[in-house]
């Protein structure tokens, strides 16, 4: 036979591979395999020439990011048209908000000396109508809503825990989603 032979063995993997695990491991390696038979045309590399860089191309919503030397993707859900590859904007802002929160607050408790062994932070993003706000500018407007739920794992007494859970309103993305931003755009030359 002229075309390339491989196999992939799985130890314990049933020929459905059922698990979700397994069949995530060989769908990797095929991929793997097959990007070499592949003749995919080149594509231009993203230059950042500022903290992030963005690129979507004229079909669906996929969209690359490069962050420094770190290759993301971004894509809206099925549901809205997307093809589901990545994070939506919103999740992305959201998963920022939730970094920083575990980061700030290991570093305070880092100082401070103090056994927080883990952080997790579960959060959700939702836009609710200003009606429901006594802040509403506009009627018909809507606000953001971030719920943040922290877990802290370690030997931490209660004023422990409530202060990192007062910190984590201090760390600096909760503070700019907090304060007023100014964004700028400009057009750039090609």
């Known amino acids: 036979a002229r075309h390339p032979k491989s196999f992939i063995s799985l130890d314990g993997a049933d020929h459905l591979l059922s698990d979700k695990a397994d069949s995530q491991y060989a769908g990797e390696m ?4 097959a990007n070499r038979y592949l003749d995919l045309p080149a594509k231009a590399e993203l230059d950042v ?11 669906g919503y996929t969209t690359e990011i490069m962050v420094r030397r770190h290759g993301l993707t971004a894509d809206e859900p099925e549901s809205v048209g997307g093809n589901d590859y990545g994070p939506s904007p919103y999740e ?4 920022g908000l939730g970094a920083c929160t575990a980061m700030t607050l290991h570093m305070y408790a880092r100082r ?4 927080l062994r883990e952080v997790t932070v579960q959060l959700d993003h939702e836009k609710n109508h200003a009606s429901d706000s006594e802040h509403a500018e506009k009627p018909d407007s809507k606000i953001d809503h971030f719920n943040r739920i922290l877990y802290l794992r370690g030997e931490l ?7 990192l859970l007062e910190i984590a309103n201090k760390c600096p993305v909760h503070r700019t989603l907090h304060n007023p ?6 057009l750039g030359e090609e």
Request: charged share 30%; hydrophobic share 40%; net charge neutral.
């Open 92 to 95: 992305l802002v959201t998963a």
């Open 181 to 186: 931003v100014e964004i700028h755009t400009n």
């Open 157 to 163: 007494d209660e004023t422990q825990r409530l202060r």
């Open 30 to 33: 095929i991929a793997a395999w």
């Open 112 to 115: 401070k000396n103090w056994d």
């Open 49 to 59: 020439e500022r903290q992030v860089a963005v690129r979507l191309g004229s079909q």
